[in-house]
T-cell receptor, first 115, second 113 residues
Framework: DTGVSQDPRHKITKRGQNVTFRCDPI?????LYWYRQTLGQGPEFLTY????????KSRLLSDRFSAERPKGSFSTLEIQRTEQGDSAMYLC?????????????FGPGTRLTVT | SQKIEQNSEALNIQEGKTATLTCNYT??????LQWYRQDPGRGPVFLLL?????KEKRKERLKVTFDTTLKQSLFHITASQPADSATYLC????????????FGTGTLLAVQP
């Protein structure tokens, strides 16, 4: 399967702990996006990379959140000192800038539960 | 304020009928509008994209219209099937440079056999 993959699929953590999620985009895609989705809502944009450069961060992304894409391939999203309000599905998507159709390909998501 | 609204109630229709889903937005000028399908516990899957200068787009049983004056898109599934049951999300691409998407809340479609 050459789609977008995310790891882990589920994470349960205690409040105050740090967590890190990984996203592997489609290999030739140069753009990578992180979104957060809570129950009954659509995905909310968090941040985006073009190659290894992080070009935009949402105001939703507090200082406890950091994302990297060190070699322009996979990306990690870290949440420090987790809070119960961080419980959500974290979705990664990738796309090819300059392609004929600008659709984004989403991974299956990482569901985070903070207890 | 900027808003994207989709039918908040679930849409229940009979198999074989046409499902019509609505997406209304305010205070945006999107370059593109996209529709995605999302099944429970899974990421969204791209269905169709329509540009601001296009009125209508079709793909198999799917049809999307885009009225930038009304600030509305309609998404139609003809000859609906139970397998079409899912949540359908509209998304605005408000910055053609980044392709950052702003999603609506989605409409849950249930097709009864």
């Amino acid at each position: 399967d050459t789609g977008v993959s995310q790891d882990p699929r589920h994470k349960i953590t205690k409040r105050g702990q740090n967590v890190t999620f990984r996203c592997d985009p489609i290999s030739e895609h140069n753009r990578l996006y992180w979104y957060r989705q809570t129950l009954g809502q659509g995905p909310e944009f968090l941040t985006y990379f073009q190659n290894e450069a992080q070009l935009e961060k949402s105001r939703l992304l507090s200082d406890r959140f950091s994302a990297e894409r060190p070699k322009g391939s996979f990306s990690t999203l870290e949440i420090q000192r987790t809070e119960q309000g961080d419980s959500a599905m974290y979705l990664c998507a990738s796309s090819l800038a300059g392609g004929s159709v600008d659709e984004q390909y989403f991974g299956p998501g990482t569901r985070l539960t903070v207890t | 304020s900027q808003k994207i609204e989709q039918n908040s109630e679930a849409l229940n229709i009979q198999e074989g009928k046409t499902a019509t889903l609505t997406c209304n937005y305010t205070n945006y000028s999107p370059a593109y509008l996209q529709w995605y399908r999302q099944d429970p516990g899974r990421g969204p899957v791209f269905l169709l994209l329509i540009r601001e200068n296009e009125k209508e787009k079709r793909k198999e049983r799917l049809k999307v219209t885009f009225d930038t004056t009304l600030k509305q898109s309609l998404f139609h599934i003809t000859a609906s099937q139970p397998a079409d049951s899912a949540t359908y999300l509209c998304a605005l691409d408000i910055d053609g440079a980044t392709n950052k998407l702003i999603f609506g809340t989605g409409t849950l479609l249930a097709v009864q056999p």
